[in-house]
């Protein structure tokens, strides 16, 4: 499965950014989505992550109630809607999937990452 991560850009705080990710593979249904950002000089994090077929999702914490992530298999893309960011949002953005169940969204083992869109929050 090959992603492509986009959307990302430069944004004030209390502003909003979407960001996709885009599959080639129409098996995309099957594969559940994540997404993980990685700030200068930090460690990457996961961010917020949906089941094949959305049954489920989860949230980092530091992204509850502002971050909503949302997936249209007809297009075989997953979204990011990011609202209310924040300067510390700021970070490289990457998208990845594999075959994870709810439980594991946020620990699990990704094989198939994009190439990361970068999202800058100025304050």
């Known amino acids: 499965v090959q992603l492509q991560a986009s959307g990302g850009g430069l944004v004030q705080a209390g502003g909003s950014l979407r960001l996709s990710c885009a599959a080639s593979e129409r098996t995309f249904s099957d594969y559940s989505v994540a997404w993980f950002r990685q700030a200068p000089g930090k460690e990457r994090e996961f961010v917020a992550g949906?089941?094949?077929?959305?049954?489920?999702?989860d949230y980092a914490d530091s992204v509850k109630g502002r971050f909503t992530i949302s997936r249209d298999d007809a297009k075989n893309t997953v979204y990011l809607q990011m609202n209310s960011l924040k300067p510390e949002d700021t970070a490289i953005y990457y998208c990845a999937a594999d075959r994870v169940p709810s439980a594991l969204l946020r620990d699990g083992i990704y094989d198939y990452w994009g190439q990361g869109t970068e999202v800058t929050v100025s304050s």
């Open positions: 949906i089941t094949f077929r959305a049954y489920g999702t």
